[in-house]
């Protein structure tokens, strides 16, 4: 689960990392008063106003503007950006409208660093990236001048050592050209342990400040944050719902995961009714291979019950650009008939004006067929998904 | 021969009580897996009623402590049906009372909690198999876990899988073509997780009654990659194989917590180019694996 840059800045504040100045914004009338208390507050003359999204690459899309003519010139701004259609590299080419705005007071810029922290899968550690290339896509970085990430992994057991975030220091010269180095040092050190509290306590997946940067004066300030956290752990985290923001997320998606069913919507025009994530996704491989393009990812998972799988029936169902359903299932601990009942509730319910190709195999699969057989639904069926995957590719073609 | 579970196994079921672990346990009892324990805190004494595979009365005793269980019962193994926010917790129970291999089917334990829980895993006799993963079947003598048993066959080749039907469907495969297994491995789908690829390709390569392997991976992370360089140096036996995902977008997890192509990380395409580099054949479709294993013998 994504969070905005200012959720994430909030989550800074509460854990003692600095950051800038700076205020949410909901309605562009309200920036210039916004502004000019920013102004009055910090004495700086310099605000930026910067359009909240869920992607990166905000400021090449044009949704971050540093404003240098004062108030009123920074309410202009804002509503230029309000509203927009932003697109980033992150965003697709419709791109994100934006919707949250954030105005931050200006800073005194030295240097720009990266900092991310993340799950390393090979070492089962949290590992912390550190780059002198501020502001640049990691990625990039990652991929042309890998030797300029600097990383440390965590002992989940100890927590971060200072010694690794010394070694870090150290080797991006943080004290370089500040005022009194040592100081600069020890500020990076205590921000380092400060974030590796967050991830840990907070139950991230990912968490970057990019920049991270040194100021004219010494300071270690996070320009910037993107925060993602781990969905597993939201059971413990209750306070996740009031930083959700509904309207950065697919509707369809939103809706699948409240009906606890996995979906993913995708561009091609075969609707997929699947169980298990694997079989899932081979089903949309397979589908492909044969010439055709699934509309969609849908994993009704292990353990659905009638109800969630006519609800997932529904949603394939209800969407305009599928021409064609394939219904692949090889029940384990899902049982056929279950399947095979949910088909036709939903199918009462919507009807049914494409083809439907239904593959049933494993636990009471004789059940099922029946079901489906009685319903008088016009259903081909199929042995193997092999087969599936080509009567569904021929119906569709 | 098998890997890892057969008929010496001795198994303790936590959560035994719950719905999903008392579903699964008589599945598992009444496929012949000898459940000599049960394990619910605050349940100890109940006895969990079953039937065998001769639908004879089989009594499990429930134990408040997985030592207790272990001890009172001589339990070797471990299978953990608890629900995700005590499944570490149960983990790291079932490796202080000595058993030698625990399955966690749980999914969705949160990735902080399986960090700490391979750490404290670190030197440990315990094996661990999942989170997130069906269990591990030797057919015709143990089933742990959460898939159909009867869709398997006794044979001579090992499954590795990241998923679970995905497994059952090379199973069915590989049981209609005759081609019988030796044990199927589930090691899931989580992006933390215990026993991965590699560990259970020595375990397969060692055992003498293994003739071949398939290997089910799939996007996210690059234990397939690792796996490729293992089975290039050190496998002696065929290994086809199978990686799920070559149509899925970047940047979307689908469906396992692990399931993600992130910084163009983790692409089927690398996946099965580092298998194929290995000598590993790759089915083209889900539908010849078990073909595509047939075909290297």
Known sequence: MNIHEYQGKQLFAKYGIPIPKGVPCFDASEAEGIAKKLMDETGSKVVVVKAQIHAGGRGLGGGVKVVTGGAAAAGKVAGEIMGMQLKTHQTGPEGQKVQRLYIEQGMDIKRELYLGMVVDRETRKIAIMASTEGGMEIEKVAAETPEKILTEFIDPTVGISAYQARNLAFALDVGKGTPEPKKTVKKFVALLGKLANLFEKEDCALCEINPLVISGNGDVIALDSKINFDGSAAYRHKEWAELRDSAEEDPIEAEAEAAGLNYVALDGNIGCMVNGAGLAMSTMDIIQHCGGSPANFLDVGGGADKEQVTKAFKMILSSDKVKGIFVNIFGGIMKCDVIAEGVVAATKDLGLQVPLVVRLEGTNVEKGKQILKDSGLKIETADGMGDGAKKIVAATS | ?297
């Not at chain 2, 290994?239 to 917590?257: D, E, L, Q, S």
């Open chain 2, 1 to 297: 021969m098998s890997v890892l579970v057969g008929p010496d196994t001795k198994l303790v079921i936590q959560g035994i009580t719950g719905n999903t672990g008392s579903f699964h346990a008589l599945g598992c009892i009444a496929y012949g897996t000898n459940v000599v324990a049960g394990c619910t805190p605050n349940r100890g004494g109940e006895v969990f009623k079953a039937k065998g595979p001769k639908d004879e009365d089989v009594n499990v005793p429930v134990f408040n402590t997985v030592k207790e269980a272990v001890e009172e019962s001589g339990a070797n193994t471990s299978c953990i049906f608890v629900p995700p926010p005590g499944a570490a917790d149960a983990i790291l129970e079932a490796t202080a009372a000595g058993c030698d291999l625990v399955i966690c089917i749980t999914e969705g334990i949160p990735v902080m909690d399986m960090i700490k829980v391979r750490r404290a895993l670190e030197g440990s006799k315990t094996t661990l198999l999942g989170p997130n993963c069906p269990g591990i079947i030797t057919p015709g003598s143990c089933k742990i876990g959460i898939m159909p048993g009867h869709i398997h066959l006794p044979g001579k080749y090992g499954v590795i899988s990241k998923s679970g039907t995905l497994t059952y469907e090379a199973v069915g495969q590989l049981t209609a073509l005759g081609m019988g297994q030796s044990t199927c491995i589930g090691i899931g789908g989580d992006p933390v997780a215990g026993m991965d690829f590699i560990d259970a390709l020595k375990l397969l390569n060692d055992d003498p009654d293994t003739e071949g392997v398939m290997m089910i991976g799939e996007i996210g992370g690059n234990a397939e990659e690792k796996a490729a360089e293992w089975i290039k140096a050190n496998m002696k036996k065929p290994v086809a194989g199978f990686i799920a995902g070559t149509t899925a977008p970047p940047g979307k997890r689908m469906g396992h917590a692990g399931a993600i192509i992130s910084g163009g990380k983790g692409t089927a395409a690398d996946k099965i180019a580092a298998l194929e580099a290995a000598g590993v054949k790759v089915a083209p479709t889900p539908a010849d694996m078990g073909v595509t294993l047939q075909s290297m013998l």
